[in-house]
């Protein structure tokens, strides 16, 4: 299998613990957005020019962070089980993950990509509003998680590999030390092996991305 991402993006990181947490090697190709000529080619494979994708060995494209992961967890029973077999709790799981994509992780993304923009496309009012998003949804995780060790309790999930690239993120730019639940969270998720290694792994692009 082959994972077009970057290791510094929030979505393949996503993807990558997923791999990790699974057992499954893949094979990595980096798209670099920051080359002209990279990205273009990038976009004749997948016209939207979004990352992560997965190639399968049979050629089929499995585009979207959150289908890539139900595709490795369906089709392998090594490792951990990251979407329960118990309807209500991979309702949940899938609750939490999509919480974490659709307001933790994009706003960190807006927040973050906000500075690398020519001047005059610069958008604050965006910036302003994902900072609210992150406002509203830190004490609701915080609240949420309670004294859980992961985000459904005692068993790691999807939504523990969506939540973990987010936190690791904002934790600079929208800090929430203030939430002791979430942070004590942060710092168990930040020590998950698979997590060390998508982190390590990304620590040489930053200063290139």
């Known amino acids: 299998m082959k994972l077009y ?9 996503k993807v990558a613990m997923a791999f990790y947490e699974k057992e499954q090697a893949f094979e990595a190709d980096i798209v670099n957005f920051f080359d002209e000529e990279d ?3 990038y976009r004749e494979i997948h016209p939207l020019g979004k990352i992560p994708m997965l190639e399968l060995e049979s050629g089929e494209l499995v585009w979207e962070s959150s289908i890539i992961v139900e595709y490795l967890d369906t ?10 077999e118990e309807k209500n709790a991979a309702r949940r799981a899938r609750f939490f993950e999509r919480l974490s994509d659709l307001y933790v992780m994009a706003s960190v ?3 973050m990509r906000d500075p690398l923009k020519p001047e005059g496309d ?15 949804m830190f004490p609701l995780m915080n609240e949420a998680l309670g004294q859980n060790t992961w985000a459904l309790g005692e068993t790691f ?5 969506a939540i973990a690239p987010a936190l690791a993120y904002a934790r ?32 040489p692009h930053f200063v290139r991305a």
């Open 5 to 13: 991402y970057h290791p510094v993006s929030g979505y393949s990181q």
């Open 39 to 41: 990205a273009a080619d």
């Open 75 to 84: 089709h392998f029973e090594t490792g951990t089980r990251l979407i329960p």
């Open 109 to 111: 993304s807006t927040i």
């Open 122 to 136: 610069r958008d604050a009012k965006a910036v302003a509003r994902a900072r609210e998003t992150l406002t509203i």
């Open 157 to 161: 999930s999807v939504a523990d590999c």
């Open 172 to 203: 600079k730019i929208h800090p929430y030390e203030q939430f002791t639940n979430l942070t004590a969270y942060a710092a168990r998720i930040h020590e998950r092996p698979s997590w060390q290694r998508v982190w390590q792994e990304a620590k």
